[in-house]
C-alpha cells in the first residue's frame, strides 16, 4: 500500500475510516461497473493518495456489492491491527443521499456526549464524509444517483471492541469507524487521547459532577470504592494526564480526583505531563527535597535521593512515618491547578501502592 515511514524510520498505517472509505469506493464501483477496482485508490484530507489491495470481493444479484480491506496499521501498536474492515453498497431511495447503517462488528451510540447522536452506527465524521466524497467521485464517473446505503462492518468487531473504551462509552455492539486524517503515525496514541475527551463529553452529557482520572485499572478500583462512582465517570487516563486535564480545562466539570501509583504521580507531582517511563522519569531530587520538608534525617534524605525507585522512596519514609504520598499528592495537586485555572475544578489526589492500598492523598479544595 506504499505506507510511508516518520521521522524514527516507523512504517505509518491506515485508519479504519480510509480502509471503509476504499472499501466503499470499490464496492460502490463494482455494483455500477460489474467490477472491482483493485487495488484501489483514495485521496486523504491531507491529499496523500494510498492504494489499498482487496481482500474481499463479492458481487451480489445486481442489488449490492461488498469489498473488505485488511487494516495495516504500520508499526503502531493497535488492536485493530489486521482487522477485516468491510463495506457493502447498496441503491437507496431516490434523493436520499448516503446513509449509514452499522453492519456485524461496528457498534451504535447508546449515550449522549459523542458527536454522533444516540442511535446512530459508530461511525465517526470525517470518515462519514469521506465515504461520501468517494460515493459522489464513483457516481460521477459511471453515471451513478448517488443514492446509497454504505453497511459497514469488521469481522470479530465486537470482540475486538472489548479492548477499547467503546463499552464505557455506550458505543455498543462493535468497533468506532475512526479517523481524521486517515493515517495512522505510530506511537502517536491519539487514538488514546481521543478516547480520553469523549469519555469526558460523555461524563459531562450523562451530568456527572464528579470524574477520576486513573492511571490503571487499580486505581480504577480504589477511586470507586472510595467514591461510588459509575463507570462512565471514570476516565482511564493511562499515562496522559495531560491531554485529560487541558480538555477539562475547556470543558469543566464541579470536582475530578486523579488516582495512581505513587511512581507515576511523583512524575506528575514534577510537574510531567505525560507519564510513560519512555518520557518521563521520577526526580529522586524532588523526593529527597520533600522527605527533607518533612523533618527526614540527613540520613533518611540521603537513601531517598539514591533509592531505585518512587516506591523505594516511599517505604523508607514509611518507615520514619514520613508522609512522602502525602507531599506528592500535594504537589500533584498544585500542578493540576495550575493547568485548570480558572475552570472552577474542585481537585484531589489519591496515591496509591501496587497492592492498591491508599498510601496518601490530598484532599479537594475550592479551585482557584
Given at each position: 500500500m506504499g505506507v510511508s515511514r516518520d521521522a524514527t524510520g516507523l512504517r505509518r498505517g491506515w485508519t479504519t475510516g480510509a480502509c471503509a472509505t476504499a472499501a466503499t469506493k470499490a464496492a460502490y464501483t463494482a455494483l455500477l461497473t460489474g467490477s472491482?477496482?483493485?487495488?484501489?485508490?483514495?485521496?486523504?484530507?491531507?491529499?496523500?493518495?494510498?492504494?489499498?489491495?482487496?481482500?474481499?470481493?463479492?458481487?451480489?444479484?445486481?442489488?449490492?456489492?461488498?469489498?473488505?480491506?485488511?487494516?495495516?496499521?504500520?508499526?503502531d501498536p493497535d488492536v485493530t491491527h489486521?482487522?477485516?474492515?468491510?463495506?457493502?453498497?447498496?441503491?437507496?431511495?431516490?434523493?436520499?443521499?448516503?446513509?449509514?447503517?452499522?453492519?456485524?462488528?461496528?457498534?451504535?451510540?447508546?449515550?449522549?456526549?459523542l458527536p454522533l447522536a444516540v442511535g446512530e452506527p459508530a461511525i465517526n465524521p470525517v470518515p462519514r464524509q469521506l465515504m461520501r466524497e468517494v460515493v459522489a467521485e464513483v457516481a460521477a464517473a459511471f453515471g451513478g444517483s448517488g443514492d446509497v446505503v454504505?453497511?459497514?462492518?469488521?469481522?470479530?468487531?465486537?470482540?475486538?471492541?472489548?479492548?477499547t473504551w467503546n463499552p464505557r462509552l455506550g458505543i455498543l455492539g462493535?468497533?468506532?469507524?475512526?479517523?481524521?486524517t486517515g493515517v495512522v503515525v505510530p506511537y502517536s496514541?491519539?487514538?488514546?487521547?481521543?478516547?480520553?475527551?469523549?469519555?469526558?463529553?460523555?461524563?459531562?452529557?450523562?451530568?456527572h459532577r464528579h470524574v477520576a482520572g486513573c492511571t490503571g485499572s487499580t486505581s480504577e478500583r480504589v477511586v470507586t470504592e472510595m467514591y461510588a462512582l459509575p463507570e462512565d465517570a471514570l476516565l482511564d487516563m493511562g499515562d496522559f494526564v495531560?491531554?485529560?486535564?487541558?480538555?477539562?480545562?475547556?470543558?469543566p466539570v464541579p470536582r475530578l480526583t486523579i488516582a495512581g501509583g505513587v511512581g507515576k504521580l511523583a512524575k506528575f507531582a514534577d510537574g510531567h505531563l505525560d507519564l510513560h517511563s519512555g518520557r518521563s522519569q521520577v526526580n529522586h531530587a524532588l523526593l529527597a527535597d520533600l522527605a527533607t520538608a518533612a523533618g527526614g534525617s540527613p540520613?533518611?534524605?540521603?537513601?531517598?535521593?539514591?533509592?531505585?525507585?518512587?516506591?523505594?522512596?516511599?517505604?523508607?519514609?514509611?518507615?520514619?512515618?514520613?508522609?512522602?504520598?502525602?507531599?506528592?499528592?500535594?504537589?500533584?495537586?498544585?500542578?493540576?491547578d495550575d493547568i485548570l485555572r480558572g475552570a472552577g475544578i474542585?481537585?484531589?489526589?489519591?496515591?496509591?501502592?501496587?497492592?492498591?492500598?491508599?498510601?496518601?492523598?490530598?484532599p479537594a479544595t475550592p479551585p482557584a
Open positions: 472491482f477496482p483493485d487495488p484501489v485508490e483514495i485521496t486523504l484530507p491531507k491529499g496523500q493518495r494510498p492504494a489499498f489491495a482487496l481482500a474481499v470481493e463479492s458481487l451480489g444479484d445486481g442489488s449490492s456489492a461488498t469489498a473488505g480491506i485488511v487494516k495495516d496499521a504500520g508499526d489486521g482487522a477485516l474492515i468491510r463495506s457493502t453498497v447498496r441503491a437507496g431511495e431516490a434523493g436520499s443521499g448516503v446513509m449509514f447503517r452499522a453492519g456485524p462488528g461496528v457498534g451504535t451510540v447508546t449515550k449522549p456526549g454504505v453497511e459497514i462492518s469488521v469481522d470479530n468487531g465486537e470482540e475486538i471492541a472489548r479492548q462493535g468497533l468506532s469507524i475512526l479517523g481524521t496514541c491519539s487514538a488514546w487521547i481521543d478516547s480520553i475527551r469523549r469519555g469526558i463529553d460523555v461524563a459531562r452529557a450523562a451530568g495531560g491531554a485529560m486535564l487541558k480538555h477539562l480545562r475547556r470543558h540520613e533518611l534524605v540521603e537513601a531517598v535521593r539514591t533509592a531505585n525507585t518512587a516506591l523505594g522512596a516511599l517505604q523508607l519514609c514509611q518507615r520514619e512515618a514520613l508522609p512522602l504520598a502525602d507531599l506528592i499528592a500535594d504537589r500533584c495537586r498544585t500542578t493540576a474542585e481537585v484531589d489526589i489519591v496515591v496509591i501502592d501496587r497492592a492498591g492500598t491508599v498510601v496518601g492523598r490530598s
